[in-house]
């Protein structure tokens, strides 16, 4: 019987260049397994089509995940004009094809009508659930329910390039976006259809691709200090936060759960720390109180940010 590898208790966020063709579950795997980290998630998944920035968290970064789900995001798209597909992407069977007859001024007059605040129906082919099942369920059993219209906002919609049938795009956009509808929609306001072709990912809030790296180079690096030296401390997540140092006494009263007086501030998130150490976020009430909101074990893990 083979045994389980053990496991060691790992603090950090991995920036990682997700290649194409993996689930962002199975290189969370083959990272937590390189790392032979105890605990481990990951924030704002990829398809496999996709590739580009995926943050990995590992042991009490995991806490502060959810704030990178509310953040915006930047992708940089390829899109093939005339063909639709039934999951909007390359990836799905063709399901409608039409003659590309459109210019660049064309195409920047349809991309206006997307900047902005817009109305997208999510894909058939995506996570969303329906009575506790997944919608993709249904789209595989040949079903399509009824989805209400979201409210998301393109930020910065850029055209790259126009070569024919092929347009690249930067989108910059709120949380909830989907790239493959954007693509469909604008597809049909061009009167052609269209389909992604491929996907990247480059920013998540303040978070870059620049900064991440590959599972090559992760598995190439010797295992120990020289690996766990890619990974960021854990106040990268909540680096965009203000941050306030706490004497001995009041960072043992937070790590304890109670309030402090903190008087003169504004209602909102702080970063916290005490010598130099992350304890964690906290949240003023703008009536001169300062609440633990969320905090690492013990303010065990140390910072790069400060």
Not at 102 to 115: G, I, K, P
Not at 140 to 147: D, L, S
Not at 168 to 191: E, F, M, N, P
Request: net charge positive; glycine share 10%.
């Amino acid at each position: 019987m083979s045994s389980r590898p053990p496991r060691r208790p790992v603090d950090g966020l991995l920036l990682l260049d997700k290649p194409q063709g993996l689930s962002s579950n199975a290189a969370l795997q083959r990272a937590r397994w390189l790392f032979k980290a105890a605990k481990a998630g990951h924030t704002g998944t990829l398809d496999p089509m996709a590739t580009g920035l995926l943050p990995l968290t590992f042991g009490e970064a995991t806490k502060f995940s959810q704030l990178l789900l509310e953040a915006d995001k930047c992708y940089e798209a390829v899109l093939r004009l005339g063909v639709e597909t039934d999951t909007g992407d390359a990836e799905g069977q063709v399901i409608a094809t039409a003659t590309v007859a459109v210019d660049r001024r064309t195409v920047e007059s349809a991309l206006a009508r997307f900047r902005g605040e817009i109305e997208q129906i999510p894909p058939m082919y995506s996570a969303l659930k329906r009575d506790g099942k997944p919608l993709y369920e249904y789209a595989r059993a040949g079903i399509e329910v009824e989805r209400a219209p979201r409210l998301v906002r393109i930020h910065t919609l850029v055209l790259l390039d126009c070569d024919g049938d092929t347009l690249s795009l930067r989108v910059d956009c709120s949380k909830g976006t989907y790239i493959r509808t954007l693509a469909v929609d604008l597809g049909r306001v061009l009167g052609c259809g269209a389909h992604l072709m491929a996907l990247r990912r480059t920013r998540i809030g303040p978070l870059n691709l620049s900064a991440a790296v590959t599972l090559e180079a992760l598995e190439a690096a010797p295992e120990g200090p020289a690996r766990d030296a890619m990974l960021a401390p854990v106040d990268t997540l909540v680096a965009h936060l203000p941050a306030i140092e706490l004497d001995a006494v009041c960072a043992a009263a937070i790590m304890q759960g109670r309030q402090l007086p903190l008087p003169g501030t504004k209602a909102g998130q702080l970063r916290l720390y005490a010598a130099g150490r992350f304890l964690g976020i906290g949240q003023t009430d703008g009536q001169g109180r300062l609440l633990p909101k969320r905090l690492v074990a013990n303010g065990k893990v140390g910072s790069a940010l400060g």
